[in-house]
């Protein structure tokens, strides 16, 4: 179980009971709450509110909770990133809001500076959320239909790879 545990808080950085919804081990919150709780204790990671819209219990390695605040003073660059929905990261619908993507390679999610606007399930594009007017007032309305087909059909695949994926 411990393990399991070093796992999640590599994979995730912080890592909370909403996670373990993307999980298919059959360890339980409660299990891994006392592991750690008890590392806690012993300074190796913190306990905390690290994550809003997230209840309950938190716990981040120290170098995640930097990261987080470095991420919170940046300013928003219109950067678009498309991830397998196959990814440890497809935490859409876990963490953000909107539905689930399901885990499977040929899905995909288009994200605009960390949130979400797109997601391509079963050959179908849908738009999943505008960006909130606190993120710089960009909303998915500044990226055109084309451009979200191309980001999340192609992303950005090397060039010899993308005869593959059209």
Same mark, same amino acid.
């Given at each position: 179980?411990?393990?399991?545990?070093?796992?999640?808080?590599?994979?995730?950085?912080?890592?909370?009971?909403?996670? !373990?919804?993307?999980?298919?081990?059959?360890? &339980?919150?409660?299990?891994?709450?006392?592991?750690?709780?008890?590392?806690?204790?012993?300074?190796?990671?913190?306990?905390?509110?690290?994550?809003?819209?997230? %209840?309950?219990?938190?716990? +981040?390695?120290?170098? *995640?909770?930097? /990261? !987080?605040?470095?991420?919170? #003073? &940046?300013?928003? #660059?219109?950067?678009?990133? &498309?991830? %397998? +929905?196959?990814?440890?990261?497809? !935490?859409?619908?876990?963490?953000?809001?909107?539905?689930?993507?399901?885990? /499977? &390679?040929?899905?995909?999610?288009?994200?605009?500076?960390?949130?979400?606007?797109?997601?391509?399930?079963?050959?179908?594009?849908?738009?999943?959320?505008? *960006?909130?007017?606190?993120?710089?007032?960009?909303?998915?309305? %500044?990226? %055109?239909?084309?451009?979200?087909?191309?980001?999340? #059909?192609?992303? #950005?695949?090397?060039?010899?790879?993308?005869?593959?994926?059209?």
């Amino acid at each position: 179980m411990e393990k399991f545990a070093r796992v999640l808080l590599r994979r995730y950085g912080v890592v909370f009971r909403r996670l !373990l919804d993307r999980e298919s081990f059959s360890i &339980t919150w409660y299990q891994l709450g006392r592991i750690y709780r008890r590392w806690e204790a012993r300074g190796e990671i913190r306990g905390g509110y690290f994550v809003g819209g997230v %209840s309950g219990e938190q716990f +981040a390695l120290p170098e *995640a909770i930097g /990261l !987080l605040r470095s991420i919170r #003073k &940046t300013s928003p #660059k219109g950067e678009l990133i &498309t991830l %397998s +929905a196959a990814d440890p990261l497809n !935490l859409q619908g876990i963490l953000t809001p909107g539905p689930r993507i399901a885990a /499977l &390679t040929s899905n995909r999610i288009l994200f605009r500076d960390g949130l979400p606007i797109a997601g391509l399930e079963a050959g179908e594009i849908r738009k999943l959320a505008a *960006a909130s007017p606190s993120h710089g007032g960009l909303s998915d309305e %500044s990226v %055109s239909d084309s451009q979200m087909e191309t980001a999340l #059909k192609v992303g #950005k695949l090397r060039p010899s790879l993308r005869p593959y994926y059209k």
